[in-house]
């Protein structure tokens, strides 16, 4: 009986231990007598006592890594400040236990490295306007070196590029500068689409009133036009009435003495007597009885 007890009592002490659950996105590196046996991935697993150990746990997660800042020199001489920060993820659990030691340390050297080579290729300004072509070439070439490691990189990207002072005290100027010719530039062109307006709204104004004008003086023309014609009208149905009546001589003479009688009312020094009256003695008697009237 005893017996069974130490036998249940050795058993509960080796195997319970030995009894492990992966869990999910992690994977455990089994050796066995000092060699690789195994890579468990999630899910119950049982290892021999003495025999099988656990050389590595590794998290399979992407994982984010933001690496100190740099410094690198452009290619035409200026030294600044460059930080990285790398998005990789464990795809081989053997090769990154086996594959280099330190792999995050390897990574950190190795994104130094390659971020000094690529600015070396390009100047200050190309540095600072080509964040894209630098984390795509790092990101390329990070992804090749540490596929032996079983490392998969997903993304690298320049976080911050950092001049020196008097090259930052510079940029600033330019970039006052810049602001002040595109004010300038804009408050140009604002004064020139003014002036332009202004000189439409001169010339519709004087177009329109010399079309008033001109409007006007068609008007009173039209108008003198108009009484120019009714008199000639009325002048025309006065001949015609008479000529209806059948007029006789005596009569046209009476028209005749009628308009010397106005004439002789205004301001004229002279008058004209018509040709046709044929008794001047009759004319000047008839004359003199109008002043006579008159006074």
């Known amino acids: 009986m005893e017996f069974f007890i130490i036998l249940l009592v050795l058993a509960v002490v080796l195997i319970i231990p030995n009894i492990k659950v992966v869990p999910q996105a992690k994977s455990y ?32 997660k992407e994982i984010v890594m933001d690496f100190a800042p740099q410094p690198v020199i452009t290619k035409d001489n200026v030294t600044m400040q460059i930080d990285t920060v790398v998005y990789f993820q464990i795809t081989d659990a053997k090769l990154y236990t086996y ?17 000094r080579n690529i600015i070396g290729e390009l100047e200050l300004d190309q540095t600072l306007t080509s964040r894209d072509i630098i984390n795509s070439k790092m990101r390329s070439i990070l992804d090749e070196a540490t596929d032996p490691w079983g490392i998969k990189v997903n993304r690298v990207e320049v976080k911050n590029i950092i001049p020196p002072r008097d090259i930052q005290e510079t940029m600033e100027k330019q970039m006052r500068a810049e602001r002040e010719r595109r004010e ?15 000189a439409e709204g001169e010339k519709e104004s004087a177009i329109l009133r010399a079309e008033a004008k001109k409007e006007a003086q068609i008007k009173e023309a039209e108008g003198e036009a108009e009484a120019l014609l009714k008199i000639k009208t009325a002048e025309a149905e006065g001949i015609k009435l008479l000529k209806e009546a059948k007029a006789d001589q005596a009569v046209l003479t009476l028209k005749s003495f009628e308009t010397l009688a106005e004439v002789a009312n205004g301001q004229a020094t002279k008058i004209i007597v018509p040709s046709e009256l044929q008794n001047v003695a009759s004319i000047g008697s008839t004359l003199s009885e109008m002043f006579k009237d008159k006074k």
Request: aromatic letters at 6%; hydrophobic letters at 40%.
């Open 29 to 60: 590196v089994i050796e066995r007598i000092g060699s690789y046996y195994s890579t468990w991935a999630n899910g119950l697993h049982v290892k021999i006592p003495f025999v099988d150990r656990i050389a590595n746990q590794v998290n399979l």
């Open 184 to 198: 300038k530039i804009l408050q140009a062109e604002g004064e020139k689409k003014s002036s332009i307006l202004i």
């Open 99 to 115: 594959g280099v030691e330190n792999p995050i340390n390897a990574i950190e050297n190795l994104t130094a490295t390659t971020l």
